[in-house]
């Protein structure tokens, strides 16, 4: 049982090295996407990813529990790829409708910790391979505005407590795989 | 006939290191700059770029039809050194006067894809040794507006398909190499 | 005596990483926060820093003065901590009371070039372990407005210049390091 984090910037081939690894382990694969469709943009978005897909791929949609979808779908002889964590975070922070403030401390919406916490446990006890997607968006300048310096910070936490529980770990850039952790 | 990628952020020390490995190469350097001084900030840029080449290299400035800029001076006896393709992407995205939507899908200029095609078309078929210096801007948080996000894609897309026809990629961080792709 | 520079993007575990680095050195350790807390959210910031370090630490405040700081505190059986150089440049290019141009070159103030040479002065000839850690902030999209432009080259000019100075450099991706330059 491996977990492996493919981490890199926007169109930095995350997807796709994730894909060829999913592909390439001989086992059967459970595309689990974070994303909906809300607009046109993200709708082309998402037809992109499909397109890639291979057809014997089980594909479910999971926006939020992703905690609980994991260990669902978790088996001996499944890889669970997991695209991406980054919107996932986003749909969790903004899950709920309210005014954030443009200074100061943001509190997290309820459901956060629970579900962060929920991800965090399917990784330590998951039954099967997890090939994990996510974003660095923490190499810019800071952004103006306190909601965008708190995603900035939860993304940046949340792939170091995803790291530390995954087995290997690259950074993509220009489609390239640099290795962070584990063996190639 | 080697091409070679360096990718990294904004001053990361892409520029030295491409003509350092220019000047190490023993081979006549053509210079090809993709960068019109429009204004006064970008007027002292490339003043800054120009000081640090030597006397005898060869200067170009193409801000469009890049690939076929290759094409004409590549040679067995040359380096042609390229800097940078995001100033030229850029260059071809906003070529044309037009209103872009705050929102939704962004159809590219019709120069795009047939200079895209022709810069590749002249990575595939070089008659001498390319560098080749670019932006990696995907690292920081998904910009605000369409055509931030559409630029930040098809820079993506461009240095993935530009490094896959290159023999080496390095990436600078700190003014420090870290090689992607090939040997150092 | 060596000197280290850590650098990464927001939430990368630079700061966690130097400080084990410090931890591990079995030398007295002199913290040097570069941060003043102005407001809620980086006095929050401060205080998660503060719980980190161990009891036993020197803590030592200086937001402008930072190459004589260093001058001061390094001795041989001493590390020195700078967190973190981004905070001490902002500190400093934002120093005076003064608009700035939205287009066009941005001239720093008076103290910049001073106390730039200061620093990596102190660096040159330290008299202890010196550990820097700085932010990667130029992989994001160019920033709207001159002054962000220009804190994203000076940034990146100020890591280049530390980065040869030391010697040893991390890159710190989701916590993990990666080694830019000397031995792990």
């Known amino acids: 049982m491996t977990a ?6 926007a169109r930095s ?6 894909e060829a690894l999913a592909a390439s382990s001989g086992k059967k694969v459970v595309y ?9 943009e993200m709708a ?26 994991i260990a669902r779908w978790g088996a001996p002889d499944c890889v669970v ?11 969790l922070l903004f899950s709920e409708q309210r005014d954030y403030p443009d200074v100061g401390v943001i509190m997290p919406p309820p459901a956060f910790s629970r579900e962060r916490q929920a991800l965090l446990e ?4 998951a039954g ?26 939860e993304a940046g936490r949340l792939n170091q407590a995803v790291a530390v529980r995954c087995d ?12 962070l952790k584990g063996a190639a």
Do not use: Y
């Not at 081939?13 to 994730?18: L, V």
């Not at 082309?44 to 979808?69: K, N, T």
């Not at 790829?81 to 749909?91: G, I, K, M, Q």
């Open 44 to 69: 082309a978005r998402i037809a992109l990813h499909r397109q890639r897909r291979q057809a014997d791929w089980i594909s479910v949609e999971e926006p939020l529990a992703l905690g609980a979808a």
């Open 81 to 91: 790829l997991v695209d991406c964590l980054t919107v996932w975070l986003s749909n």
């Open 32 to 40: 689990l996407a974070t994303a909906h469709a809300r607009d046109a």
């Open 122 to 125: 399917s990784l330590e006890q």
């Open 128 to 153: 099967g391979d997890v090939i994990l997607v996510s974003n660095e968006v923490g190499m810019g300048i800071v952004p103006q505005g306190a909601i965008s310096r708190w995603f900035v910070d």
């Open 168 to 179: 290997c770990a690259v950074l993509m850039v220009a489609g390239l795989p640099m290795q």
């Open 4 to 9: 492996t984090l493919v981490i890199g910037g």
């Open 13 to 18: 081939g995350k997807s796709a090295h994730a």
